[in-house]
Structure formats: C-alpha cells, structure tokens
C-alpha cells in the first residue's frame, strides 16, 4: 500500500503565494505521472497540473503562468508552487500518483491524498 500527505495549504491574501508538497510513503518501487487536482464548493473535481516521470508538465489554462509543478523523484515528493493566488483558486487540493509498488508488477496503481484546502481570501 502506499500513502499519499499533503502540505502547506492554508488562508493567503488575493495575489499571495502558496507552495504545496505531496510525499509518498510505502511500498515504492517508482512513480509514474504525478498529479494535482483541486475541487472547488459547489463544483466538479478537476486537473490542475501534471507531471511525467522524466518532468514534462501540463496545466490547466487558468493557471499557467502562476503555477508551477515539480518533482522529486528521489523524496517520491510532489510540490506545486502558486502564485498570484485569486479567489477562484479556493478549493481543496488533491495530489494523485500512479505507482509501480513492485518490480515485477504488471500494472501501476492510482494512489489520492486526502486532500489540503486553500483558501484565498480578503
């Protein structure tokens, strides 16, 4: 089984800036696709960004140019730096990792946190 913790969330001021982490724990033998995703009240949950395993990334249009995600492949940790924080942005954060828990394994596993909310606010 493995584990997944998210961090850092909290209550910031429009415009401030946050930075998440995500670190894995338990039966690893590598990572895949790292993910964050976030659900607003109210709303459906969806994909923030996206991270292979060799760093090519992905976001969502809304935060590109505030946001960034990155890795450490060797912590099994996961982080997402966010800038410029707007109100819309206000949601719980999730992480998601596919994980090869074993060498000999024929398929890699989706694993969630539970969750870290952000709130930004006035």
């Known amino acids: 089984q493995v584990q997944l913790v998210e961090s850092g969330g909290g209550v910031v001021l429009p415009g401030g800036s946050l930075t998440l982490s995500c670190v894995a724990s338990g039966s690893i033998f590598s990572i895949n696709a790292m993910a964050w995703y976030r659900q607003a009240p109210g709303k459906q949950r969806e994909l923030v960004a996206d991270?292979?395993?060799?760093?090519?990334?992905k976001y969502m249009e809304s935060v590109k140019d505030r946001f960034t995600v990155s890795r450490d492949n060797a912590k099994h940790t996961l982080y997402l730096q966010m800038t410029n924080l707007k109100d819309e942005d206000t949601a719980v954060y999730y992480c998601?990792?596919?994980?090869?828990?074993?060498?000999?394994?024929?398929?890699?596993?989706?694993?969630w946190g539970k969750g870290i909310k952000v709130t930004v606010s006035a």
């Open positions: 998601a990792m596919n994980v090869w828990e074993h060498s000999d394994d024929t398929i890699a596993d989706d694993y």
């Open positions: 991270i292979t395993r060799g760093g090519a990334a």
